[in-house]
């Protein structure tokens, strides 16, 4: 069975930066197309950003594009997720995801997910 757990939240003010990490455990039977995505209560999940195995690829969703970078170190199986020049509406709580069909901005396309990590950004 794999699992995601993710790390790296916290309260932070506008304009600071955060890094967000991703263990993954288990059999994941190689390595995957992995993602964050980000959900504030009562609202949907959003996509963040994705990439693929090798790193290689990697795309950003409209809200954090030019303000986040994604990496992966896949030789001790975990994701990271920069944030920088945050803002009041990007708090949340962020999960990794591993891919297993579909479009990928969409949740359902997703397999495994972790059980979040909360990121507050205050002015």
């Known amino acids: 069975q794999v699992q995601l757990a993710e790390s790296g939240g916290g309260s932070v003010q506008v304009a600071g930066s955060l890094r967000l990490s991703c263990e993954v455990s288990?059999?994941?039977?190689?390595?995957?197309?992995m993602a964050w995505f980000r959900q504030v209560e009562g609202k949907e999940r959003e996509f963040v950003a994705f990439t693929d195995w090798t790193g290689g690829r990697v795309h950003y969703g409209s809200s954090v594009n030019g303000r986040a970078s994604v990496s992966r170190d896949n030789v001790h199986y975990k994701l990271f997720l920069q944030l920088n020049n945050l803002r009041v509406e990007d708090t949340a709580v962020y999960y990794c995801?591993?891919?297993?069909?579909?479009?990928?901005?969409?949740?359902?396309?997703?397999?495994?997910w972790g059980p979040g990590t909360q990121v507050t950004v205050s002015s």
């Open positions: 995801a591993m891919y297993n069909n579909g479009t990928y901005h969409l949740p359902g396309a997703w397999k495994y």
């Open positions: 288990g059999r994941a039977g190689g390595y995957h197309t």
